[in-house]
């Protein structure tokens, strides 16, 4: 499946500290890439395309963008891969709703999420990967943990994986049996289906059903279950262990978790994540942001408004990655204020040298991607440069390309 095209990413003089995020697993702050090491491996959960990118997404993987453009900056080997669920429940029910084809709905979404994530000058992963494209590894997959037994088949031909077969369930989000449940019943588990195992067994093979797509596999006919597929994608991918796997809180359990079983059961190396990072919700004028309760926002309505996506991102990124956020009107005209002021001070022929600014940004980034402490070090700069003036001819520049660089944030207009 195609991406969408790169910004540019200058090369700036120098390197921070190594970055160190929040891992969910072990509830503290890890050093994301092992001393000395080389490459550094990303693995995001993307979208389901049955609705436009609204502002939850966005901020997600502006997110793992900066992590993604933090790597780069320390001259990493960068590998990041992210998928698409174009086939699963909720597209199946949107397309029905809008009397259209799951495919074509898809395919539309999946573009105009592209559009939103180009205009927000998010890098492109590496790979981005289609479920559907991923059928023949998933069916695969699924008849190795038959074999181990680390799944079984329920008496309607659903293949399900054992949460008993694997001793590290559970240590990824470290929720209790009650949690677990109440999660599974609200994010699209079956926890009281007859016929299981285990409450908790997620589904990796879904048997062929009346009105839905089927596929051959090695697990026989029917298509893939959610958390399988992003296992499979990310062990194609990227290999049994990786250094950080990337989402919404939301996705701690069962996805995550779920996920991160699978692909430990398959690869028999342990942890697969070096660090499990989870980004907050964002809300709207003090409530949360939900397709249920109809106050989603989404990017490309913004954009068609006439809203620069630099402001959108800048927004976005005024508070720490893990706090539930606000969206609000007035949180866009501050960022778009905070903007003016930026590319008004790196549009001066003379500004106060930057190199402070860029030393600044990337210790405030390194510590568990501190935006409001990085947004503040390039506020200082732009206020003293738009007092002083400055006498420096080369600091606009290299102002300009740390803000672009490593905030993603393009100043040039």
């Not at 490459?39 to 997404?57: E, N, Q, S």
């Not at 259209?100 to 180009?118: H, N, P, S």
Request: with cysteine; net charge negative.
């Amino acid at each position: 499946m195609d991406s969408w095209t790169a910004p540019h990413v200058p090369s700036l003089p120098g390197h921070g500290p190594t970055l160190r995020l929040h891992d969910t697993a072990s509830a503290g702050l890890r050093e994301t890439v092992e001393p000395g090491g080389e490459r550094a491996t990303m693995y995001v959960c993307g979208i389901t395309p049955y609705d436009a990118t609204h502002l939850g997404h966005a901020a997600t993987m502006i997110t793992f963008d900066l992590v993604h453009r933090y790597w780069l900056d320390q001259g990493l080997d960068v590998h990041y891969v992210q998928n698409v669920t174009d086939v699963d429940e909720p597209l199946f029910e949107r397309a029905e709703r809008d009397g259209t084809d799951w495919q074509v709905l898809g395919l539309r979404e999946t573009a105009l999420y592209r559009e939103d994530m180009e205009a927000l000058q998010v890098l492109p992963p590496r790979d981005f990967v289609g479920a559907v494209e991923s059928i023949p590894s998933v069916g695969k997959a699924v008849a190795e943990l038959l074999d181990k037994g680390a799944a079984y088949r329920h008496d309607s031909g659903d293949v399900y994986y054992s949460v008993q077969s694997h001793p590290g369930f559970g240590s990824e989000s470290n929720y209790d049996r009650e949690t677990m449940l109440r999660y599974a019943r609200e994010r699209g588990g079956d926890p009281d289906r007859e016929g299981k195992r285990d409450a908790l067994d997620p589904i990796l093979w879904n048997a062929p059903k009346d009105g839905e797509p089927s596929w051959d596999s090695a697990a026989g006919p029917g298509r893939p279950g959610w958390h399988i597929e992003c296992a499979c994608i990310a062990l194609d991918h990227l290999g049994p262990q990786i250094h950080v796997q990337g989402g919404g809180n939301d996705l701690i359990y069962p996805h995550h978790e779920m996920s991160a079983a699978h692909a430990e059961s398959l690869s028999g190396a342990s942890p697969f994540a070096r660090a499990y990072v989870h980004t907050g919700m964002i809300g709207l004028d003090g409530e949360k942001m939900s397709k249920s309760l109809g106050n989603l926002v989404f990017v490309s309505k913004l954009r068609a408004e006439g809203t620069d996506p630099a402001a959108v991102r800048l927004a976005l990124l005024a508070q720490h990655y893990r706090e539930d956020r606000q969206w609000s009107a007035a949180a866009l005209a501050e960022a778009e204020l905070r903007l003016g002021r930026w590319r008004e001070a790196v549009g001066r022929e003379l500004a106060v040298p930057a190199g402070a600014m860029l030393t600044a940004v990337r210790e405030r980034l390194a510590d568990d991607l501190d935006t409001a402490g990085a947004l503040r070090a390039v506020d200082e700069w732009a206020a003293e440069t738009l007092a002083a003036g400055g006498e420096d001819p080369s600091a606009p520049s290299l102002a300009r390309d740390t803000i672009g660089g490593i905030l993603g944030i393009d100043c040039t207009r």
